[in-house]
């Protein structure tokens, strides 16, 4: 079929792709046919070698849609790009008029004029379109003459040319029916990032080198393209691995560990045909996370699945599963494969065990340049192409990241369409998912619409997930695969594996772990001093203790006050400390307090911790604090309460059990709207529905023990979480408290209309009206008060080092760009929103630009904050690394309202801003 290709070689004179610097020893342009002959030869190679892929594409004809995806190059307002090339071919300067199109809006244009060649039926235009619009959003298609916008008639001969011989070579779609109109809009997203991916590597100069026009369409893709394509797609690291055969959940345990409930029924429950879905509701430490790779191994088995991607709610804990999914993921996959793992959030150039993982001969980018001279040992592989951008990050076999990467997928984000084709051939994992507010729940709602109508299957994980949330979650699955959750009282049973697909949607009592059984007591603690006091007393009793409270800036004012006391200073951890100072507080929390912590390491330690230590990270303490705060976050918070079996913990006598202590006021009938403000004024910012706090204090009141209030695991779980998340819970509240709740409500659905307004419509396919696209750090994943980014920076001579480098200043140029990185902390707007100017402003500027000038440019929108240490020492002065530098470091900003503030940075206790009147 190939052989008609010959005709169209006068259309050779059309460059497709040039490179700015001729290099004499090979060509310096790509004819424009040979490139749309590379892209279409790479999913010509993909889907034979894929067979899933050849499945999910059959009868849509690729081929000869991706063998037009440039045809808009056919215009002289293309080639003018290159002067030079345009003279050579056209023996003329080009000349255009104003208000000339781009290729990808010209497209279209130019299939409309010739489809007197071609006219695709109506139904197979959105592939089309899809096709045409690969450079990661859709275009506006022009309502204007062609010619009078970048179009000469040559072009448009020279085009109709090439897309006859296109027409006589390759099998074009077969037509469809109109009924089918809906199933191809939906396609439309996952052709779209196909093509998007067929691009990127056909583009690729290292694999396709630019071809001088000797060669007949033909020869060229018989003897260059599809040769190229081959090579290429196997450097690429794309190409799924070879899945193994499940050996149930054992592989992912330790050795001698038994299954416990949860993951027993991973192993055994009978999967279904197509697009399913799997809602895991377990206490904490149930195994969750191996029940869920087991689950995803069947899935992957059964051929529905290449790979899985699991995404997490923050950064901290992505890197802690990267880490744990390096020792596991290649028992997914045959001995011989060499699958890959790749890390996905905005920080994964800091993990030096991500970045020693990366391979294959393509050099390494700038920006992945980090961990050249780590001494880890990759206990995982990466191809290097994948690792080099985040949106490749879905086509890796199997990936950890943020679920801020996948969210990209369903807004209005350049190459989101690519995020979905990855997705699509993956089991999605989310862990975590009562963890994010109304904006972030419709995004969520909307990938998992996304992900069931491409194919795909989802886990998500919770141990604290409301019935209703719940609905939801089943509704949304279901909205992808076009039909309705089946009307049926929801189960109150707990802990639960619900299990939906087209076939309908099954409930699985669990049995609970005997070993996570238990009862918690609870005692509340009227001020901050009673919990000061408890505190001290259980750390001189030699127990690990943790508080954690609910602003950023409490934990270092608790922290200020106990370390007076303490002979042992207390960890504080937060988001406000330098990427590097977190990352190696997260190592010694992980350390000293997971299950390989000694009693001695742990034995008086105090640990005083936000919200960042209530998610999936491996810790325990011997006795917990916690402010008030909503009913799920207080039972994940007492999920790090003697979470491990210690058997030397340092505990009274008559002890009898686990104690949540919790700092709040008394849930009195009479509560006015100053209740929950009174005691915790931070707090009430930050959870603004004191209606919830008071019904959570009041439950937790009111569950009569035998010794004390608190609750049993887990029979009591499922009425706590449902009582204060039920639609007529109001009707307990106090009315004092009814109008915080009721403008939290409103905020809440506020931010939730938001979240439906941003996310893109599943139906109507890949057209411009889905949103205005644009770059990833300008589409908000999650809503909040706006940031800025710091970079910290201290003095050394004569010069601006960054914070991470101040104990060794004299660190190799190839190490600086890594150190900026690790100086970095954000913080909100309204506490610095800019530098402040210095006395000196010549000689700041000049120190600022020395400093910058190891920057990206893409980090304009940083501040240079620089630190002196109280007493004037230097920077590499005696005792400079993060545990031993106790000195108190000193800065200047501005604040939101444009007041000068002083930035205060200790290593032990992170950022703090204070008014300087």
Request: charged letters at 25%.
């Amino acid at each position: 079929m190939i052989s008609k290709l010959d005709t169209i070689n006068p259309v050779l004179a059309y460059w497709g792709k040039a490179r700015p610097d001729h290099d004499s020893a090979s060509a310096a342009w790509h004819p424009l046919a040979y490139h749309n002959l590379d892209v279409a030869a790479v999913l010509h190679v993909l889907l034979q070698r894929d067979a899933r892929l050849a499945s999910r594409f059959d009868g849509l004809g690729l081929p000869f849609l991706l063998a037009l995806h440039d045809i808009g190059k056919f215009s002289r307002a293309f080639q003018a790009k290159r002067p030079d090339l345009f003279q050579a071919a056209f023996g003329k300067a080009p000349v255009l008029s104003a208000g000339t199109l781009r290729h990808d809006v010209l497209g279209p244009g130019i299939m409309e004029r010739l489809s007197d060649v071609w006219k695709p039926a109506r139904p197979i235009r959105p592939l089309l379109q899809a096709v045409l619009w690969h450079h990661g959003m859709p275009r506006t298609p022009p309502s204007v003459d062609l010619i009078d916008r970048g179009m000469s008639i040559d072009d448009l001969e020279a085009a109709r040319v090439y897309l006859q011989a296109i027409v006589d070579a390759f099998e074009p779609p077969a037509p469809r029916d109109a009924r089918e109109r809906s199933a191809i809009k939906i396609a439309s997203w996952d052709v779209a990032g196909f093509a998007t991916l067929c691009d990127w590597i056909g583009s690729n100069e290292t694999w396709f080198p630019y071809h001088p026009p000797t060669l007949s369409p033909k020869a060229y893709w018989d003897d260059v393209a599809v040769p190229r394509a081959e090579q290429a797609v196997d450097v690429a690291g794309i190409l799924p691995s070879a899945v193994s055969a499940p050996a149930g959940v054992a592989v992912f345990l330790p050795p001698a560990a038994r299954p416990t409930p949860l993951q027993a029924l991973a192993e055994t429950i009978a999967l279904a045909d197509g697009p399913q879905l799997f809602v895991v509701e377990d206490l904490t430490g149930a195994g969750k996370t191996e029940a869920a790779f087991t689950l995803a191994h069947r899935l992957m088995a059964a051929g529905l699945g290449s790979g899985l991607f699991v995404a997490m709610p923050t950064m901290a804990t992505a890197e802690a599963l990267y880490e744990r999914t390096a020792t596991l993921y290649r028992a997914l996959y045959e001995e011989a494969a060499n699958a890959s793992l790749i890390l996905s959030h905005g920080r994964r150039g800091l993990n030096r065990d991500f970045i020693a993982s990366i391979v294959d001969p393509d050099q390494r980018a700038r920006d992945d340049t980090y961990g050249q001279t780590s001494e880890t040992t990759a206990r995982a592989d990466c191809a290097r192409w994948l690792a080099d951008d985040r949106r490749r990050a879905f086509l890796a076999d199997v990936g950890v990241g943020t679920i801020d990467q996948a969210l990209l997928g369903v807004l209005p984000s350049k190459f989101q369409s690519l995020r979905l084709h990855g997705l699509a051939g993956r089991v999605l994992i989310l862990d975590e998912v009562h963890a994010y507010d109304a904006y972030v729940q419709e995004e969520l709602f909307a990938l998992l619409r996304f992900h069931a109508a491409l194919g795909g299957n989802a886990i998500l994980l919770s141990a604290t997930l409301p019935t209703p949330m719940r609905r939801r979650l089943l509704t949304a699955f279901a909205d992808g695969l076009g039909i309705a959750v089946p009307e049926a009282e929801p189960s109150a049973g707990y802990p639960l594996m619900t299990h939906f697909s087209a076939a309908g949607s099954v409930e699985h009592r669990v049995d609970a772990v005997s070993r996570l059984r238990r009862t918690v007591r609870t005692h509340r603690h009227d001020d901050v001093e009673a919990a000061c006091t408890s505190i001290l007393a259980h750390a001189r009793a030699g127990r690990a203790v943790c508080w954690i409270r609910n602003s950023v800036d409490d934990a270092i004012e608790a922290h200020q006050r106990l370390a007076a006391e303490l002979d042992h200073p207390p960890l504080l951890f937060h988001a406000r400390f330098t990427a590097g100072d977190r990352l190696a507080i997260e190592a010694e929390l992980r350390e000293t307090f997971g299950p390989g912590g000694t009693e001695a390491d742990r034995a008086g330690r105090v640990v005083i911790a936000t919200q960042v230590a209530e998610q999936s990270l491996d810790v325990d303490f011997d006795a917990m604090v916690s402010d008030a705060a909503p009913i799920d976050l207080l039972l994940q918070r007492a999920g790090r309460l003697r979470r491990h079996h210690r058997p030397a913990r340092p505990l009274d006598l008559d002890d009898q059990g686990p104690v949540l202590e919790v700092l709040g006021p008394e849930p009195v009938d009479d509560a006015d709207r100053d209740w929950l403000t009174r005691l915790l004024p931070r707090a009430a910012a930050v959870y603004r529905d004191h209606g919830r706090i008071w019904l959570t204090l009041r439950l937790l009141a009111q569950g009569q023990l035998t010794q004390g209030h608190g609750f049993r695991a887990p029979e009591d779980l499922r009425h706590l979480i449902d009582a204060v998340y039920a639609d007529d819970a109001a009707e307990a509240v106090p009315l004092g408290l009814h109008d915080r709740m009721l403008r939290a409500e409103g905020d809440s659905r506020a931010e939730g209309g938001i979240g439906r307004a941003n996310v893109l419509d599943l139906s109507k396919g890949y057209v411009p009206g889905g949103g205005r696209w644009e770059d990833d750090a300008m589409i908000p994943t999650r809503l909040g008060e706006p940031q800025s980014l710091l970079r910290l920076a201290v003095r050394d001579g004569g010069r601006l080092v960054p914070w991470a480098a101040r104990a060794d200043a004299a660190e190799p140029e190839s190490e600086r760009w890594r150190a900026w990185r690790m100086s970095e902390v954000q913080v909100r707007q309204s506490l610095i929103t800019a530098e402040v100017a210095s006395v000196d402003a010549v000689a700041a500027q000049t120190l600022a630009a020395q400093a910058r000038s190891d920057w990206a440019a893409r980090d304009d929108a940083v501040l240079l904050i620089v630190l002196d240490p109280e007493g004037g020492a230097s920077a590499g002065a005696e005792g400079a690394g993060r545990a031993e530098d106790t000195r108190v470091w000193r800065g200047r900003a501005l604040d939101g309202k444009r007041r000068e503030v002083v930035v205060t940075y200790t290593p032990a206790s992170g950022l703090w801003v204070e008014r300087l009147d």
